[in-house]
């Protein structure tokens, strides 16, 4: 893998001049940006290759978008001025190519066509002796974009200090072919995001400090509409999935620490001029920081190399969207208030903070529907999700001291919006049951969120969309007077099904009908202690199959400490023994980016020099 994204980084090089000139390039040459890789670890996702090498019948050039060194890169995005490729083409592929040395904390990382965001993507942490990871990823649903010249801007922000010493040093890469594969993509794509690219900004909403609104007028030849909605946790909402009860957030306050509220349960919902055209149950992605460091080394979590964008047809809006006015588009995001006899609601808001966009994909065509009169809305038929709740709390009986808090969420929530000549329909479950015992310093919580999503156009086959997120996760941590260690072990999975519908879809990655199953199980093991390094090692294995564009891809690999052991691709296994294990990660010290049991648990801001 690592001579294969040499060779395209040359060959990306040489195209350079056809391709972005940047404002902000550093002043670095590519072979010093990627200096030598050689003994850095493959870090990777598994997931269904793409191939980046054009084959289609014409055009076949690739282009250089972006090469950059971030580090001081808080607030300091690349900048580059794309300029498309003259010939014609119906087909895009990006090369995402990074390095990094040393230590450093995992990073979100944004890309964006103007105020549009194409992209999203995290980087795995670092180690002394340096990673390496590629992803190639389609990006043809954006081809009306590609099309124009656009004002490139990549946001991955960083720190560089004495003890946090890792650049990502990124190289983006561009293949243009023609292919002839009467895929219809989007005519019109436009942004919900703050829009900041004219001062050279980064355009995500930052929720809920930002009103995430935006006014837009839709063409009257629209004749599909489909929103895609990019959101994820941070900070104080990047484990929303084991978050507790506000009136557990102070629970375990004189031993574990303050907990973070508003329940594990979160809807993103969209709204168009007031009115709920669809929402998103998002799935808990886990970055290579969380939880436990040592999970995610070679192998990082799902998606987090290419965070999926679920989609919401508002198809049945466009009669009302049609009428030549502006109308507003607003993105929320909710969790639950939850009363002590019981009851709960949907939140006015969340915690701190959730990056947001979103993009309208409109398609062109013969209308919104004949006999249906413009600037009338469709009927919504969306009541508040249906929730129960339960929580008990255990305390000492002779020092009235908390001792234990279990809590469960069940959620489901029918929505359904209709005009003559479209239906959109949401049908979703959630489930959560949480325990923190041992005073709070074990944690465990069972999640699984289930929909199904149905998009009808009259005349046509409808497009049928399932998933399921299925997730447990326990954690334990150990606090001694020199430093404190955590164990955990988990067990995870992400399901999609669907028979296709217009484009490449920003949820199931692919073009027309597929099905994939994936899931990780592992152990880990992370520990802290006065005067030594920290460390982290861990037993992960993913299992994964796709099947999707007439083909079918399947995958199991196992890790343990740092090294693959095994590796089975479509029948073929590879199996490695022990010898070739590599134990560094348990004598060597191992630099891990978040420095406090908290930052890793999402339990609390950490202090560098507390160990709780």
């Known amino acids: 893998m690592v001579v294969l994204a040499a060779s395209c980084f040359v060959l990306a090089w040489f195209c350079y001049f056809q391709g972005v000139s940047s404002s902000d390039a550093g002043g670095f040459t590519p072979r010093q940006l990627r200096g030598d890789t050689n003994g850095f670890l493959d870090v990777f996702e598994v997931y269904k290759p793409v191939a980046f090498t054009p084959q289609g019948s014409g055009c076949d050039q690739q282009l250089l978008l972006m090469e950059h060194q971030f580090a001081l890169s808080y607030g300091h995005p690349f900048i580059g001025d794309y300029q498309p490729p003259t010939c014609d083409f119906d087909t895009v592929k990006i090369n995402f190519t990074v390095t990094s040395k040393g230590r450093q904390f995992d990073r979100l990382a944004l890309m964006y066509l103007g105020d549009v965001e194409v992209f999203r993507t995290s980087t795995a942490e670092p180690t002394q002796n340096g990673i390496i990871w590629t992803y190639i990823k389609d990006m043809s649903q954006y081809t009306a974009l590609w099309k124009q010249p656009q004002k490139l801007i990549f946001d991955l922000g960083n720190l560089i200090d004495s003890t946090y010493t890792g650049a990502y040093n990124a190289t983006l890469t561009a293949s243009f072919s023609k292919k002839n594969n009467n895929i219809k993509t989007p005519d019109v794509v436009l942004p919900i995001s703050a829009k900041r690219s004219a001062t050279n900004g980064t355009s995500a909403f930052i929720v809920p400090s930002d009103n995430a609104t935006v006014s837009v007028a839709i063409p009257a030849a629209a004749s599909r509409a489909v929103v895609s909605i990019s959101a994820c946790g941070q900070i104080n909402e990047e484990f929303w999935w084991s978050n507790v009860f506000n009136q557990d957030m102070f629970t375990f306050n004189a031993t574990a620490g303050i907990l973070y509220g508003y329940s594990p349960f979160r809807e993103v919902q969209l709204y168009i001029d007031g009115n709920l055209a669809g929402v998103v149950w998002p799935f808990p992605t886990i970055f290579t920081g969380g939880v436990v460091p040592g999970f995610w080394r070679p192998i990082v979590g799902i998606d987090a190399f290419d965070l ?40 006015d808001g969340v915690g701190y903070y959730w990056v947001i966009t979103g993009n309208i994909f409109l398609y062109l065509g013969e209308g919104a529907g004949s006999g249906y009169g413009k600037g009338v809305l469709p009927l919504v038929v ?10 008990q709390l255990v305390q000492n009986r002779t020092t009235g001291a908390n001792e234990s808090v279990s809590y469960s969420v069940t959620a489901k929530r029918a929505l359904t919006v209709t005009s003559p000549a ?25 999640q699984n969120t289930d929909g199904q999503l149905l998009a009808n156009v009259a ?52 073009n027309g009908p597929s099905n994939l199953v994936t899931k990780q199980y592992g152990s880990a093991h992370y520990g802290s202690f006065s005067n030594a390094p920290s460390y982290s090692f861990g037993d992960t294995t993913d299992e994964f199959e796709e099947a999707s564009e007439g083909s079918t891809y399947s995958r199991t690999v196992r890790a343990v400490n740092g090294t693959v052991i095994s590796d089975t691709q479509g029948g073929a296994q590879f199996l490695f023994s022990e010898s070739q294990m ?24 950490g202090d560098p020099n507390l160990h709780l």
């Open 582 to 605: 590599s134990l560094k990660s348990l004598v060597d010290p191992l630099p891990i980016g978040r420095d406090s049991v908290r930052r890793i648990l999402g339990r609390g801001p």
């Open 308 to 347: 999926r964008m679920p989609e919401i047809d508002i198809s049945p809006f466009l009669s009302y969207l049609t009428d030549g006015k502006e109308h507003s588009f607003s993105i929320k995001v909710v969790g639950l208030d939850t009363q002590e006899d019981g009851t709960a609601k949907l939140s």
């Open 459 to 510: 005349g046509s086959n409808a497009a049928l969309t399932t998933f399921s997120y299925p997730l447990e996760a326990n954690t334990t941590f150990g606090v001694s007077d020199t430093g404190f260690t955590i164990d955990a072990w988990l067990n995870r999975g992400l399901n999609v099904a669907s028979n296709g519908g217009p484009g490449v879809s920003t949820f199931t990655l692919v």
């Open 382 to 391: 969306a009541p508040d999700p249906t929730f129960t709740t339960s929580r």
């Open 422 to 446: 479209y239906t959109w329909v949401q049908t979703l479950s959630f489930s959560n049951y949480g325990l923190l015992d041992q005073q709070g310093f074990r944690q465990w919580n069972k």
